[in-house]
């Protein structure tokens, strides 16, 4: 297909005036030059919250994903989020696209239908003969008529012809349904399985209770307890049992048990509920509901919710024509603005607290959980640290508590450890918080974690059945420290993948060691930092695991999914080498071979062996069907691998493969993501790659330069310094960039420097249709590397 900018100039040539307008526009191509220059301020002014769409991902299933998202009604960060419901309860798919009935509308705190809820509650409206269960109770619905925004989701539920509403807040939300006349209008709280109790208070008009659903991660004593209050009286009251068994008893506690309350209501009656929640206390509920919701109106707590979504999303104004990459780039911000998910409450004289997870205690301080460090280690939180300092310092602090708490860091957190993932990636992100100028928090006390995880196996938390929650520390690391890798046959899984993982945050601890003055661990943790050395065999030219004795683990087959390497393949493994790109350019040959070896991951066709899986996982389905090769963004491992031609003496390159992927792998629909969302990391990719730059080395304060996707972008540093990016002459065809000043001076690097950008100033990008291959093709222009490019 040609692109805009071929469009618009051929109709500039041969359409004229008026008619030239009418034409274009019944025709819904684009206006000729012109009239595009008339457009060129699209996006000032408008609210950008709505063109948020909270359905962008969802269209997804166990086999394949387009983000396994799901439309979260929240503020940002917020400790609660409400999401409709059409799957069934204890299904991490609670809602899909394609689903034809919604069951309820539930507080979740589900952070991947991997990683599955806890603490979740369902309420549903229904007429006519009261329907408990799940399947009984649901009412087909249809997008035509379902409202998603961040700030609010409403939908027509056809068999009980009621219209549902819900407003968010971070602890409570509010409710409106919108009932036709009926005698028997009914308001269904399902309080789900693995422990629950409802308690009916017809004079305070409330129903009160907890709920104890979980997926691991949680002490013997955990509840969420809830308080719901209604704005009207009840005519019926029921409770029901773990038999689904309805009685006129007020209290009902068991297995899995709800509460009914019903009401007799003319046509356009609308009943309102204020909803709030506790990990604490009942009486830490009600405060939350007073603190957050009290005397507001549905409309006061939607406008409130709006703007705090508003205010948030206005830190980055994209100015630029095309409507849907903006509806994308901030469908992308609204899911980076999600996770970590707050724990911490305010209790009645105003001090933090939370519960723990971790001791099953309330404690002091903040606390944040359900992220998976292995996945936003990468982006997200270099994206805090660049806009969001004040909030990754508050993360920061939670994550002394934890260690404090619990003895070790976090890696996946959902709400406690869990048992996911590899890698030392906490280490990596305190570091490049810290290293990024954030302050406020105990960095010494953190460091000390981060050296226990690097030295010691012993100890580890477990899980409720006794089981060592591997994926807490390092797992392997007596054998990495010994012989500088986790060896293949030692029964230690995914151990090639270990390896550089830990090879990138023994940097991360050597730059932090550096920068807290302890000389001789900056020393040690550098070397071992080169460990990924260890793996990369020359002969096949990837990394590859290796056994104990030295020997290489035989068979070989590059394409062979997991056993060395996690959700992936050597192809995709080879590249994670983030602290010295320089090192393995020397490895792999030198820039020329290293550029090819790049250019083969979209050459190669996407062949795999899923062996080790014994079925077709959906990472790899997910790499096999976009028609780019071995390259697989829909996870996280091989993401940054297109910025690495920046440091092979090729950024023109990587220039269009970073559009391409901004262009074919995104939308803001149900299909928007090529692969997981993950707590915003997929999300941050493209924030950060459309602004034209990525942060590939951790703890260094670099981000390497990509392709501009927008024409203007106006972006409100954390000092309220402003920072303004321009691509001129920027377009579908026009990806490579001729050059690149910053405040007005030529900027010849490959890369951009997180200081400066925040001093603000205007940053300016000419493209063109052409690579300009003089441009940052210089060795002295490649970002940082551990391995001083060759010559100097």
Request: glycine residues 8%; charged residues 20%.
């Given at each position: 297909?040609?692109?805009?900018?071929?469009?618009?100039?051929?109709?500039?040539?041969?359409?004229?005036?008026?008619?030239?307008?009418?034409?274009?526009?019944?025709?819904?191509?684009?206006?000729?030059?012109?009239?595009?220059?008339?457009?060129?301020?699209?996006?000032?002014?408008?609210?950008?919250?709505?063109?948020?769409?909270?359905?962008?991902?969802?269209?997804?299933?166990?086999?394949?994903?387009?983000?396994?998202?799901?439309?979260?009604?929240?503020?940002?960060?917020?400790?609660?989020?409400?999401?409709?419901?059409?799957?069934?309860?204890?299904?991490?798919?609670?809602?899909?696209?394609?689903?034809?009935?919604?069951?309820?509308?539930?507080?979740?705190?589900?952070?991947?239908?991997?990683?599955?809820?806890?603490?979740?509650?369902?309420?549903?409206?229904?007429?006519?003969?009261?329907?408990?269960?799940?399947?009984?109770?649901?009412?087909?619905?249809?997008?035509?008529?379902?409202?998603?925004?961040?700030?609010?989701?409403?939908?027509?539920?056809?068999?009980?012809?009621?219209?549902?509403e819900v407003v968010p807040t971070s602890r409570a939300a509010q409710f409106r349904f919108t009932f036709p006349e009926s005698d028997d209008a009914h308001i269904v709280l399902?309080?789900?399985?693995?422990?629950?109790?409802?308690?009916?208070?017809?004079?305070?008009?409330?129903?009160?209770?907890?709920?104890?659903?979980?997926?691991?991660?949680?002490?013997?004593?955990?509840?969420?307890?809830?308080?719901?209050?209604?704005?009207?009286?009840?005519?019926?009251?029921?409770?029901?049992?773990?038999?689904?068994?309805?009685?006129?008893?007020?209290?009902?506690?068991?297995?899995?048990?709800?509460?009914?309350?019903?009401?007799?209501?003319?046509?356009?009656?609308?009943?309102?509920?204020?909803?709030?929640?506790?990990?604490?206390?009942?009486?830490?509920?009600?405060?939350?509901?007073?603190?957050?919701?009290?005397?507001?109106?549905?409309?006061?707590?939607?406008?409130?919710?709006?703007?705090?979504?508003?205010?948030?999303?206005?830190?980055?104004?994209?100015?630029?024509?095309?409507?849907?990459?903006?509806?994308?780039?901030?469908?992308?911000?609204?899911?980076?603005?999600?996770?970590?998910?707050?724990?911490?409450?305010?209790?009645?004289?105003?001090?933090?607290?939370?519960?723990?997870?971790?001791?099953?205690?309330?404690?002091?301080?903040?606390?944040?959980?359900?992220?998976?460090?292995?996945?936003?280690?990468?982006?997200?939180?270099?994206?805090?640290?660049?806009?969001?300092?004040?909030?990754?310092?508050?993360?920061?602090?939670?994550?002394?508590?934890?260690?404090?708490?619990?003895?070790?860091?976090?890696?996946?957190?959902?709400?406690?450890?869990?048992?996911?993932?590899?890698?030392?990636?906490?280490?990596?992100?305190?570091?490049?918080?810290?290293?990024?100028?954030?302050?406020?928090?105990?960095?010494?006390?953190?460091?000390?974690?981060?050296?226990?995880?690097?030295?010691?196996?012993?100890?580890?938390?477990?899980?409720?059945?006794?089981?060592?929650?591997?994926?807490?520390?390092?797992?392997?690391?007596?054998?990495?420290?010994?012989?500088?890798?986790?060896?293949?046959?030692?029964?230690?899984?995914?151990?090639?993948?270990?390896?550089?993982?830990?090879?990138?945050?023994?940097?991360?601890?050597?730059?932090?060691?550096?920068?807290?003055?302890?000389?001789?661990?900056?020393?040690?943790?550098?070397?071992?930092?080169?460990?990924?050395?260890?793996?990369?065999?020359?002969?096949?030219?990837?990394?590859?695991?290796?056994?104990?004795?030295?020997?290489?683990?035989?068979?070989?087959?590059?394409?062979?999914?997991?056993?060395?390497?996690?959700?992936?393949?050597?192809?995709?493994?080879?590249?994670?080498?983030?602290?010295?790109?320089?090192?393995?350019?020397?490895?792999?040959?030198?820039?020329?071979?290293?550029?090819?070896?790049?250019?083969?991951?979209?050459?190669?066709?996407?062949?795999?062996?899923?062996?080790?899986?014994?079925?077709?996982?959906?990472?790899?389905?997910?790499?096999?069907?976009?028609?780019?090769?071995?390259?697989?963004?829909?996870?996280?491992?091989?993401?940054?691998?297109?910025?690495?031609?920046?440091?092979?003496?090729?950024?023109?390159?990587?220039q269009y493969h970073v559009r391409n992927v901004l262009e074919k792998l995104y939308s803001h629909g149900p299909i928007g993501y090529p692969g997981d969302e993950d707590n915003?990391?997929?999300?941050?990719?493209?924030?950060?790659?459309?602004?034209?730059?990525?942060?590939?080395?951790?703890?260094?304060?670099?981000?390497?330069?990509?392709?501009?996707?927008?024409?203007?972008?106006?972006?409100?540093?954390?000092?309220?310094?402003?920072?303004?990016?321009?691509?001129?002459?920027?377009?579908?065809?026009?990806?490579?960039?001729?050059?690149?000043?910053?405040?007005?001076?030529?900027?010849?690097?490959?890369?951009?420097?997180?200081?400066?950008?925040?001093?603000?100033?205007?940053?300016?990008?000419?493209?063109?249709?052409?690579?300009?291959?003089?441009?940052?093709?210089?060795?002295?222009?490649?970002?940082?590397?551990?391995?001083?490019?060759?010559?100097?």
């Open positions: 297909m040609m692109g805009r900018e071929t469009l618009r100039n051929s109709l500039s040539r041969t359409l004229r005036g008026a008619t030239t307008m009418l034409l274009a526009v019944s025709l819904s191509l684009p206006l000729p030059a012109a009239a595009q220059s008339a457009q060129r301020n699209a996006g000032e002014g408008e609210a950008l919250v709505d063109l948020v769409n909270p359905l962008m991902g969802t269209d997804s299933e166990f086999a394949l994903s387009y983000g396994n998202t799901y439309p979260a009604v929240a503020v940002p960060w917020g400790m609660n989020f409400w999401t409709p419901v059409t799957g069934e309860m204890g299904s991490g798919w609670g809602y899909t696209y394609d689903a034809h009935k919604i069951s309820g509308i539930k507080q979740t705190h589900q952070p991947s239908p991997w990683m599955n809820d806890y603490a979740a509650f369902e309420l549903m409206a229904v007429t006519g003969p009261v329907r408990i269960k799940q399947e009984e109770r649901a009412s087909w619905f249809s997008h035509m008529a379902e409202v998603s925004k961040p700030y609010k989701y409403q939908v027509y539920l056809a068999d009980h012809d009621v219209t549902a399902d309080a789900y399985n693995e422990g629950s109790m409802v308690t009916i208070d017809p004079k305070r008009r409330r129903i009160t209770g907890y709920v104890r659903n979980n997926s691991g991660g949680v002490p013997d004593n955990f509840h969420n307890y809830f308080v719901l209050e209604f704005d009207r009286d009840f005519t019926v009251t029921r409770t029901w049992d773990e038999n689904f068994q309805l009685h006129d008893e007020l209290k009902s506690e068991g297995g899995h048990v709800g509460a009914v309350v019903s009401f007799k209501t003319e046509k356009g009656d609308q009943v309102g509920v204020k909803v709030a929640s506790s990990f604490i206390s009942p009486e830490q509920a009600l405060l939350n509901l007073e603190r957050e919701v009290g005397g507001k109106s549905f409309e006061q707590t939607e406008a409130a919710a709006r703007a705090e979504w508003e205010k948030e999303l206005s830190r980055i104004r994209v100015t630029d024509s095309d409507l849907d990459n903006r509806k994308t780039f901030y469908s992308a911000l609204y899911r980076m603005l999600l996770f970590p998910r707050p724990l911490h409450e305010i209790t009645a004289d105003g001090e933090t607290v939370h519960y723990s997870p971790y001791n099953g205690k309330v404690e002091d301080g903040y606390l944040y959980t359900d992220n998976g460090f292995w996945d936003t280690w990468r982006a997200v939180f270099p994206f805090f640290a660049l806009m969001y300092p004040d909030f990754d310092s508050k993360v920061m602090q939670g994550l002394v508590n934890t260690y404090e708490e619990s003895g070790w860091l976090p890696e996946w957190a959902s709400p406690g450890h869990r048992n996911v993932m590899i890698g030392s990636n906490s280490a990596i992100i305190i570091a490049d918080t810290y290293l990024n100028g954030v302050r406020g928090f105990d960095v010494e006390k953190l460091y000390e974690a981060m050296v226990k995880n690097a030295t010691t196996s012993e100890g580890r938390p477990r899980d409720d059945r006794g089981r060592v929650i591997n994926a807490v520390g390092r797992e392997g690391v007596e054998y990495y420290n010994r012989l500088g890798y986790v060896p293949y046959d030692v029964g230690i899984n995914e151990n090639a993948a270990r390896t550089l993982e830990y090879a990138t945050a023994d940097f991360a601890l050597s730059r932090l060691a550096a920068a807290l003055g302890k000389t001789e661990d900056a020393r040690k943790y550098a070397k071992q930092a080169q460990n990924y050395r260890n793996l990369y065999d020359a002969e096949s030219g990837w990394m590859r695991g290796r056994n104990q004795d030295g020997s290489w683990a035989t068979p070989f087959n590059p394409y062979k999914w997991g056993d060395a390497f996690t959700e992936g393949n050597a192809l995709h493994y080879s590249w994670s080498v983030m602290q010295d790109v320089q090192g393995l350019i020397d490895l792999m040959g030198g820039d020329q071979k290293f550029v090819e070896r790049l250019d083969s991951i979209f050459t190669t066709p996407p062949i795999f062996d899923d062996s080790y899986y014994g079925q077709t996982i959906h990472e790899i389905r997910e790499m096999q069907i976009v028609d780019m090769g071995q390259y697989a963004h829909g996870n996280q491992p091989i993401q940054h691998m297109i910025y690495l031609y920046n440091w092979a003496g090729a950024p023109w390159k990587g915003g990391q997929t999300s941050a990719w493209y924030v950060f790659s459309a602004l034209g730059f990525y942060p590939v080395t951790p703890a260094v304060g670099e981000y390497a330069i990509g392709s501009p996707l927008f024409d203007r972008v106006d972006l409100t540093m954390p000092n309220g310094k402003a920072l303004t990016i321009i691509a001129e002459n920027n377009s579908d065809e026009n990806v490579y960039i001729q050059s690149v000043t910053f405040n007005g001076q030529p900027h010849e690097v490959t890369w951009l420097d997180r200081e400066a950008l925040q001093q603000g100033g205007t940053l300016t990008f000419v493209m063109g249709p052409e690579p300009n291959k003089q441009w940052g093709a210089g060795k002295d222009a490649a970002p940082f590397s551990m391995s001083a490019p060759a010559g100097q």
